[in-house]
């Protein structure tokens, strides 16, 4: 096993553009986790899933982020129309199904640069 | 809604001594999941402890301990006989204990800086 996996490590991208961001959970691990992280401040949380199911999303999450786990294993994020505002560090975590539930994994994050 | 507050934005300690970081959360729960995580530059971020509200006993693992005081909303980690390798950014974070209603995502704190010299 190793570990909760971030494709792409870094993406820059000019203001407007569409950009998606892959997560591929521990194995096994039915729940899984995106946060934003921002310079100087610690991880936010943006949504949760729940196997493939989409079970909460944060006020930060606006309509031009969209997340998805379709069969339940890895997700994207994808944020429509870029903003230099949405410069940060984007963060996937997992956590198991069994034993210690509430205990999250992270990955090593995908840095967003929006120019 | 839960807030998470570490005070010290930076502490700086010797290398084998012991250092205490701070952190207090606002939380109108009774059940609930308290966590350090550990972020090396550019690296990942890892659990260093965690403690369950429910639980009087203070939490350790090896070199890190922490003093939960529920009634004072207050839990610190310290880390003694610090070494290199405990320099990184260090997160305190709250989690309800039930799932449902915003509840499964942590809440972090703004995070302490821990240097530490040679």
């Known amino acids: 096993d190793t570990g909760v996996s971030q494709d792409p490590r870094h993406k820059i991208t000019k203001r407007g553009q569409n950009v998606t961001f892959r997560c591929d959970p521990i194995?096994?691990?039915?729940?899984l986790y995106w946060y934003r992280q921002t310079l100087g401040q610690g991880p936010e949380f943006l949504t949760y899933?729940?196997?493939?199911?989409?079970?909460?999303k944060s006020r930060l999450l606006s309509d031009r982020f969209s997340a998805e786990r379709p069969k339940g294993s890895f997700s994207t994020l994808e944020i429509q129309r870029t903003e230099q505002g949405d410069s940060a560090m984007y963060l996937c975590?997992?956590?198991?199904?069994?034993?210690?539930?509430?205990?999250?994994?992270f990955g090593p994050g995908t840095r967003l640069t929006v120019t | 809604a839960q807030t998470v507050t570490q005070s010290q934005p930076e502490m700086s300690v010797q290398e084998a001594e012991t250092v205490t970081l701070s952190c207090t959360y606002d939380?109108?729960?009774?059940?609930?999941?308290l966590f350090w995580y550990k972020q090396p530059p550019s690296r990942q971020m890892i659990l260093v402890i965690r403690?369950?509200?429910?639980?009087?006993q203070n939490a350790t693992e090896n070199r890190f301990s922490v003093n939960f005081q529920k009634a004072a909303k207050s839990f610190s980690l310290k880390i003694s006989d610090s070494q290199l390798g405990d320099a990184a950014m260090y997160f305190c974070?709250?989690?309800?204990?039930?799932?449902?209603?915003?509840?499964?995502?942590?809440?972090f704190g703004k995070g302490t800086h821990l240097i530490i010299q040679p």
């Open positions: 403690q369950e509200a429910y639980k009087q």
């Open positions: 194995s096994e691990h039915n729940r």
């Open positions: 974070a709250y989690r309800y204990a039930y799932s449902g209603g915003g509840a499964d995502g942590l809440t």
């Open positions: 899933f729940q196997n493939e199911a989409q079970l909460e």
């Open positions: 939380t109108s729960e009774s059940d609930y999941y």
């Open positions: 975590a997992s956590s198991p199904r069994q034993g210690v539930i509430y205990e999250q994994y």
